[in-house]
């Protein structure tokens, strides 16, 4: 298998001057440009899914196949020129489109405020321009519900019914659209049919830019790898559409472990896998093909949760579903494969405390694990030595971090005096000089845990964009609420990437260090990829 190497971060943290105050699909393609001339052949987002209104976790996503609106590039709509541009926004809007641009991290209501304005103008054009008419865009929005309504037809009745019904949870809706009664369903869809338009309409354009960002991105060597959550937010199309599979009132989290005296309680709703299986696994597929037609591989989230969901009913006692190994090991291949029957290529993330089974059946399956190098050690011998990341075996993701763990400067400012020790008795680092526990972060240690990455035996490297620059911010600090999550972006525009100075070394250094590990991809051995950008019109 050939060997790769891949940064991880958030499309919201890649803003260009002419974005809205967040990365955008018009934006990614700039950045897989730069990636590729610095040698990686990966690049892995967090999860795109749409968020409900003041939410800014990925992970509690309305819905996990939508792409969420906010992420078009409303420069390239045409839809948005033809209702006037920036210049018909109100002045609401233009002020919350002037505080988006000019804060240093995302506003997320700022950009909410600016963009729901934007895309409703756009739509209203292309209602009277383009779907009366009947032209050939009406045409193509018209081929692309058909083709995605698998998915697409209860997203878009589901957001226009939760407007109408003022944001009230579906379980508070009219018995007859609560239970989804079909006569009730189509007196809703001819009743909202606009507004259910608006929403395909909005899909079609965000998966239109999607489509031709991902195009650019393979053209410049790069595939891109999405985030699968474990479980959709309890307010969501996909449970309303398929209540039956899921235990409504049972919270999913994890048991206590040696983080967490109480475990944690996540607050969405835990599957009921008698069900699923009952089904041949249809949703387990239908999230397999949608995934697949937006991305080229994919982490899959809290995956000991596929094999055995730990559920808090409330005032009763937590259990495991389903019960006893051989059926968790059984459950959890199952929907694995169904995963890998769509193509992606899989990497699981079996990071905490997880049982035994787990990764031998990962291994039975080909799919990587994750291998976290500031957590690979041997637990059970003196001293507790790190793990040399030379010995890892090809099959496994091997990381510097994730979105939830402190970037590298903070782990060694904060990391006790033998952890640095043993970290540096590592015979790589041990070779380079860096010998020093007491010493302070520097560019060269930088360098250094970085290269110890890259000389991994994983065929997989993945790096958070934080370590590779030496960074201190970040994505998301678990167990908080703070302001801070999930609102990091680069400190310079995307789009000007050629200008900064670090940028220009970072990439001559990481394809340097491609090349001396065998992560460049062969074809770039004898023809370094040139800049390339796209424009990205719905």
């Not at 865009?137 to 698998?150: D, I, S, V």
């Not at 491609?514 to 390339?532: F, M, V």
Request: a negative charge; proline letters at 7%; charged letters at 25%.
């Amino acid at each position: 298998m050939s060997r790769h190497v891949g940064l991880s971060l958030p499309l919201f943290s890649i803003r260009s001057s002419e974005s809205w105050g967040i990365g955008e699909i018009g934006d990614l393609p700039r950045l897989t440009s730069w990636l590729a001339r610095g040698g990686f052949s990966r690049v892995m987002v967090l999860p795109l899914g749409t968020l409900p209104a003041g939410e800014t976790s990925p992970y509690s996503a309305t819905s996990t196949l939508s792409i969420d609106p906010i992420y078009i590039s409303v420069r390239d709509v045409r839809d948005f020129t033809h209702a006037g541009g920036e210049r018909a926004l109100s002045a609401r809007a233009r002020a919350a489109l002037a505080a988006a641009r000019d804060a240093p991290a995302v506003d997320y209501d700022a950009v909410r405020t600016a963009k729901h304005e934007a895309l409703a103008l756009a739509f209203d054009a292309f209602l009277r321009r383009e779907w009366r008419r009947k032209t050939g865009r009406a045409a193509a929005l018209a081929a692309y519900a058909e083709r995605e309504h698998a998915w697409l037809d209860d997203y878009a009745l589901f957001q226009a019914l939760s407007s109408a019904h003022g944001q009230a949870s579906w379980r508070e809706w009219p018995a007859a659209l609560r239970d989804r009664d079909p006569a009730a369903l189509d007196r809703a869809r001819r009743e909202l049919a606009d507004d259910l338009l608006r929403h395909q309409y909005w899909q079609w354009i965000a998966e239109t830019q999607w489509q031709r960002g991902r195009e650019a991105a393979r053209a410049a060597g790069v595939a891109v790898y999405g985030d699968l959550p474990f479980v959709a937010n309890l307010q969501s199309p996909e449970v309303w559409a398929r209540a039956g599979e899921y235990l409504l009132d049972v919270s999913a989290g994890v048991p206590p472990d040696a983080f967490s005296e109480t475990g944690q309680d996540w607050g969405l709703p835990t599957y009921r896998w008698d069900a699923i299986a009952a089904s041949g696994y249809a949703w387990t597929f239908q999230r397999g093909r949608r995934m697949a037609a937006l991305y080229d591989g994919l982490r899959v989230d809290h995956v000991i949760g596929i094999y055995r969901t730990y559920g808090r009913p409330p005032g009763g006692v937590p259990f495991f579903s389903p019960e006893g190994e051989a059926a968790q090991v059984a459950q959890g291949e199952a929907v694995l494969r169904a995963l890998q029957q769509s193509g992606l290529a899989l990497i699981a993330e079996d990071l905490g405390v997880v049982p035994d089974f787990l990764r031998p059946s990962l291994a039975r399956l080909g799919i990587p694990g994750c291998k976290v190098i500031r957590w690979e050690r041997d637990w059970h011998a003196d001293g507790q030595p790190f793990v040399d990341p030379a010995t890892y075996p090809p099959v496994s993701a091997a990381m510097t971090g994730t979105h939830d763990t402190e970037p590298l400067p903070l782990w060694w400012a904060t990391a006790p005096l033998e952890e640095r020790r043993a970290m540096l008795a590592l015979p790589l680092l041990a070779a380079s000089g860096l010998t020093d526990p007491e010493c302070r972060w520097s560019e060269a240690l930088r360098d250094r845990l970085i290269e110890l990455a890259y000389r991994a035996g994983s065929n997989e490297v993945f790096l958070p964009v934080q370590d590779f620059f030496g960074w201190p911010g970040r994505i998301n600090t678990p167990g908080t609420v703070g302001p801070e999550n999930w609102r990091w972006c680069l400190p310079w525009f995307v789009d000007r990437v050629n200008d900064v100075d670090d940028a220009v070394e970072r990439a001559r250094f990481g394809r340097a260090l491609a090349e001396a590990t065998g992560r460049l991809p062969a074809s770039d051995y004898t023809n370094p990829p040139k800049s390339q950008d796209v424009t990205s019109e719905g």
